[in-house]
T-cell receptor
């Protein structure tokens, strides 16, 4: 079963625009992580936000977490063609120990 | 700096054949994981090893076995492959249990079972 559900499933934008994707989850979490996957490659960790944090930045990435709504968003500012990838949220469920549960991902296409 | 290395990268099997997927990490991580990724879905955890000498079932363990050979290596075995096991398999590792640590992934093994 998938804990996180990303929205939208796919996103197409022009280079320079911002990309926003959302993740909703069902249970209480310890933290939420975002990963990027380029075509044919493994996942790369982008950012981790703990359950007591509301916002976190890393370079052009901004992640928010709203535990009352059980949702998170990932914003990529000033997108580049190299940002074309699938983006996954993953939660660490308080009841599931140290295991990550992944959502189905958002496919982002940045057109030059 | 290899990180997490998976072998083979591609494999085609016939139904009923067996094979072992190999994974090794050079980051001195304690925890290792095996996932499968099917089209349109996120990764699902098959088995994990929180530390050397321990293994536990994940969400979809049926049809698989694992061995934590040493701190570096964690292998996944399909004893009698079935078409439903056609997937991309990813190995990952983390410094501690994944609660507060990111996971580092290999580039996957693409497995087709005919």
């Amino acid at each position: 079963s998938q804990q996180g559900e990303e929205d939208p499933q796919a996103l197409s934008i022009q280079e320079g625009e911002n990309a926003t994707m959302n993740c909703s989850y069902k249970t209480s979490i310890n933290n939420l992580q975002w990963y990027r996957q380029n075509s044919g490659r493994g996942l790369v960790h982008l950012i981790l936000i703990r359950s007591n944090e509301r916002e976190k930045h890393s370079g052009r990435l901004r992640v928010t977490l709203d535990t009352s709504k059980k949702s998170s968003s990932l914003l990529i500012t000033a997108s580049r063609a190299a940002d074309t990838a699938s983006y996954f949220c993953a939660t660490v469920d308080k009841a599931a120990g140290n295991k990550l549960t992944f959502g189905g991902g958002t496919r982002v296409l940045v057109k030059p | 700096n290899a990180g997490v290395t998976q072998t083979p990268k591609f494999q085609v099997l016939k139904t009923g054949q067996s094979m072992t997927l190999q994974c090794a990490q050079d980051m001195n991580h304690n925890s290792m994981y095996w996932y499968r990724q099917d089209p349109g879905m996120g990764l699902r955890l098959i088995y994990y090893s929180a530390s050397e000498g321990t293994t536990d079932k994940g969400e979809v363990p049926n049809g698989y076995n694992v061995s934590r050979l040493n701190k570096r290596e964690f292998s996944l075995r399909l004893e009698s492959a079935a078409p439903s096991q056609t997937s991309v398999y990813f190995c990952a590792s983390s410094e501690l249990g994944g609660v507060s640590q990111p996971q580092h992934f290999g580039d996957g093994t693409r497995l087709s079972i005919l």
